[in-house]
T-cell receptor, first 113, second 114 residues
Framework: EAGVAQSPRYKIIEKRQSVAFWCNPISGHATLYWYQQILGQGPKLLIQFQNNGVVDDSQLPKDRFSAERLKGVDSTLKIQPAKLEDSAVYLC???????????FGSGTRLTVV | AQSVSQHNHHVILSEAASLELGCNYSYGGTVNLFWYVQYPGQHLQLLLKYFSGDPLVKGIKGFEAEFIKSKFSFNLRKPSVQWSDTAEYFCAVASGAGSYQLTFGKGTKLSVIP
């Protein structure tokens, strides 16, 4: 089966600019997660979707981060405006409902300068 | 809040040496436990997982882990490492019945010297 697709693979932006990341989960996976992985740390959950609804966004910095999954398939994560501390790898993962069997994408490495 | 501790930041071993990576978690209730591996330039991949039953779990590529509830630990082991095991290893926990959100440790980088 095809994996979780993410784009772009790399992005460099200046602080205060905006950026968007895209994720296409595995077909049939209703649950989608966005994680942030800062260098030297483990991934940290930002937001969880089930179909097109948000299950948990308690750790999403809502003053600058937003995410949507309008049709319950693809998802977009946006940062506006970006800060230096947002430099990280943004990982998307998907799973079947009620499953701990995640599949991770390759991630988008964001550098804010 | 749930937390996961991985004791070693960087481990360097020679080929054929035995490996044990420590992982401790803080949650006292029902947990599901995982080890993920990230090879250089690749995405996170599941090595093994524990949900219930036999506390000794076998995963891919000869890895195993033992869940010790009394010690809140889930250490990863491999009897004989290979150069191809060079990677970063992450322990993760999903806590609470019906929870599927993972809390990750900071990771342990393993370097295997030929």
């Amino acid at each position: 089966e095809a994996g979780v697709a993410q784009s772009p693979r790399y992005k460099i932006i200046e602080k205060r600019q905006s950026v968007a990341f895209w994720c296409n989960p595995i077909s049939g996976h209703a649950t989608l997660y966005w994680y942030q992985q800062i260098l030297g740390q483990g991934p940290k959950l930002l937001i969880q979707f089930q179909n097109n609804g948000v299950v948990d966004d308690s750790q999403l910095p809502k003053d600058r981060f937003s995410a949507e999954r309008l049709k319950g398939v693809d998802s977009t994560l946006k940062i506006q405006p970006a800060k230096l501390e947002d430099s990280a790898v943004y990982l998307c993962a998907s799973s079947l409902i009620g499953s701990n069997g995640y599949t991770f994408g390759s991630g988008t490495r964001l550098t804010v300068v | 809040a749930q937390s996961v501790s991985q004791h070693n930041h960087h481990v360097i071993l020679s080929e054929a040496a035995s490996l044990e990576l420590g992982c401790n978690y803080s949650y006292g209730g029902t947990v599901n436990l995982f080890w993920y591996v990230q090879y250089p330039g690749q995405h996170l991949q599941l090595l093994l997982k524990y949900f219930s039953g036999d506390p000794l779990v076998k995963g891919i590529k000869g890895f195993e882990a033992e869940f010790i509830k009394s010690k809140f630990s889930f250490n990863l082991r491999k009897p004989s490492v290979q150069w191809s095991d060079t990677a970063e290893y992450f322990c993760a926990v999903a806590s609470g019945a019906g929870s599927y959100q993972l809390t990750f440790g900071k990771g342990t980088k393993l370097s295997v010297i030929p």
